[in-house]
C-alpha cells in the first residue's frame, strides 16, 4: 500500500553528476598557473509551474469475480455423472452433473399413486357417496326400528304366557336375548345416522380435501427429492473446480462446482484510516494487473468497520473484465481517484531534497547557479510534488543532479532532454 502524500527520493540518477562535479571542485581547488579552474555541472532541470493535481488513494488489491456460487448437493448419493468439465462455459438452468436416483423414481412413483387416490376419493365424496350413505342410514334405521318393536311385543307376550305358567323360562330368555339384540342394532342405526348428519356435508368435503392436500405434498416432496439428484447451475458463468469425480460419493459437506462469473471484477484493499475518510461510493478507480492489464470502474463499498487485525478500512471497487482477462485470485493495484487540487505550483517530485532530520528543499538555479532553498511540501503524487511555500511559479529547479550538490555551483542544463521533460 502507498500513502498519499509520501514520496520518493531520486537520488542516484545524480550521484554520477555529483561525483563528477566533486572531482571536479577538488581539481578546481589547486588552480593553475592561469587561474583557478572554473567547473559548470550538467543537471537537469525544470521550471515550477501552476497545474491540476489529481488527488488518488492507491493500495495492493485482491481481485474477485462479481458472483461466484459453490455448489453443494442438498442429497448424499454417488455421482452418476457429469456433463461439463473445468473450464467449460454454462448458463443459468444448465444440466451439470446427475446423482444415482432410482430409489428417488420409485418413492415419487408410489406418492404420485397415493395422490391419485385421494384425488379420486374426494371426487368421489363430492359426487353422490354421501347422498346414498344417509338414503342407506334411513332405511337401516327404519328395519332396525321394525325389528325393534316386533321383538318388543314378543318379548312382552311371552313374559305374560311365562307368568301364568305356559312357557319355559328358557323359551322367555331367547325372547329377552331378541329383543336386547333388535334394540342394540337400532341404537347403532340411530348413532349413524346421526354422525353422517350432524359431520355435514361440507365437513365430510373438508377432510377429504385435507387428504388431497396431504398426499399431494407428499408427491411434491419427492419430486424435489428427486430434483436434488440434477445439479443444475444457477447463473452464467465459467466452471472454476469440479473436483470430484463419477462414481465418488457427493455429500452436503463437499462442493461439486465452483462457478465464477468473470464479466466484471471486483478489487478488495485495505487502506488506512486517513485515506479511507477521502474515500467514497461511487468514486472513480482504476484496477492494474500484471501485463499492462487495466480498467476502469467505480467504487462500491467502503466498510464502515476497522479491521480488528491490521486497524485498515477495506474498499471495494466493482469494474468490467473485458475480454475476462483478469483473473480472480490475483493480485492488482487498485487506484481511487478522490478529488482534485487546482492551481497547485508543481515541481518533479526528483527535485525535492530531504534532510536527515526530515527538512525538504530545492536547488533552485538563479543566474547559473545552483542554490539551496527550504521549501514546503503539500502534496506529492504522481510524480509531480506541490510546493506550498518557497518557491514562486517560473523558477528553475534541478531535478536530477542535485543530490550533494553544493549551493553555489554554476550549472547548465542536460542536452539529452531532461530539462524537458522536466518542465512538461
Known amino acids: 500500500m502507498r500513502t498519499t502524500g509520501s514520496f520518493r527520493q531520486r537520488r542516484r540518477a545524480g550521484w554520477g553528476m555529483a561525483a563528477a562535479l566533486l572531482t571536479a571542485l ?13 567547473t559548470v555541472a550538467t543537471v537537469g532541470e ?22 461466484q456460487a459453490l455448489l453443494t448437493p442438498k442429497i448424499s448419493a454417488p455421482i452418476e455423472r457429469f456433463t461439463v468439465q473445468r473450464g467449460d462455459r454454462v448458463h443459468r438452468g444448465e444440466l451439470l452433473a446427475v446423482l444415482e436416483n432410482q430409489d428417488l423414481k420409485a418413492a415419487v412413483t408410489q406418492a404420485q399413486g397415493a395422490y391419485q387416490q385421494a384425488e379420486a376419493k374426494y371426487l368421489s365424496l363430492t359426487g353422490a357417496t354421501l347422498p346414498e350413505q344417509l338414503r342407506a342410514a334411513k332405511l337401516t334405521l327404519g328395519s332396525d326400528q321394525q325389528a325393534l318393536a316386533a321383538a318388543r311385543r314378543t318379548y312382552h307376550s311371552r313374559q305374560h304366557l311365562y307368568a301364568q305358567g305356559a312357557l319355559p ?14 334394540l342394540a342394532a337400532y ?19 373438508r377432510e377429504a380435501a385435507g ?4 398426499a399431494k405434498g407428499q408427491y411434491q416432496a419427492a419430486q424435489a427429492q428427486l430434483g436434488y439428484s440434477y445439479i443444475r447451475s444457477p447463473m452464467d458463468g465459467v466452471v472454476a473446480s469440479r473436483p470430484l469425480y463419477p462414481g465418488q460419493m457427493a455429500t452436503s459437506s463437499t462442493p461439486l462446482f465452483t462457478i465464477v462469473d468473470r464479466r466484471q471484477v471486483v478489487a478488495r484493499a485495505h487502506v488506512s484510516q486517513d485515506e479511507a475518510a477521502l474515500v467514497h461510493v461511487g468514486d472513480a478507480a482504476t484496477i492494474t494487473a500484471g501485463g499492462g492489464l487495466s480498467t476502469r470502474g467505480k467504487v462500491t463499498v467502503v466498510s464502515p468497520a476497522l479491521d480488528p487485525n491490521s486497524t485498515t ?13 483478469l483473473r480472480p485470485g490475483s493480485s492488482a493495484e487498485l487506484t481511487v481517484r478522490v478529488g482534485t487540487l487546482a492551481n497547485a505550483l508543481v515541481v518533479p517530485d526528483s527535485a525535492v531534497l530531504t534532510n536527515s532530520i526530515g527538512g525538504t528543499s530545492v536547488m533552485v538555479v538563479v543566474n ?11 502534496l506529492v503524487q504522481n510524480g509531480a510534488a506541490q510546493i506550498v511555500s518557497g518557491l514562486e511559479p517560473g523558477e528553475t529547479v534541478v531535478t536530477t543532479g542535485a543530490f ?21
Request: glycine share 10%; aromatic share 2%.
Open 187 to 205: 341404537r347403532e342405526a340411530q348413532q349413524h345416522l346421526q354422525r353422517l348428519t350432524s359431520v355435514g356435508r361440507q365437513q365430510m368435503i
Open 169 to 182: 323360562l328358557i323359551t322367555l330368555e331367547q325372547a329377552h336375548v331378541t329383543y336386547t339384540q333388535a
Open 26 to 38: 577538488a581539481a578546481a581547488g589547486c588552480g593553475t598557473a592561469q587561474g583557478p579552474v572554473v
Open 404 to 424: 550533494g550538490l553544493p549551493s553555489g555551483t554554476r550549472v547548465q542544463a542536460a542536452a539529452d532532454g531532461t530539462a524537458a521533460a522536466g518542465r512538461s
Open 313 to 325: 478500512v477495506q474498499i471495494w471497487a466493482q469494474a468490467p473484465n473485458p475480454g475476462e482477462r
Open 211 to 214: 387428504q388431497v392436500a396431504m
Open 368 to 378: 547559473g547557479k545552483a542554490e539551496s532553498r527550504p521549501v514546503t511540501v503539500g
Open 46 to 67: 525544470a521550471t515550477a509551474h501552476r497545474a491540476t493535481m489529481v488527488r488518488t488513494v492507491s493500495a495492493e488489491a485482491l481481485l474477485y469475480p462479481l458472483h
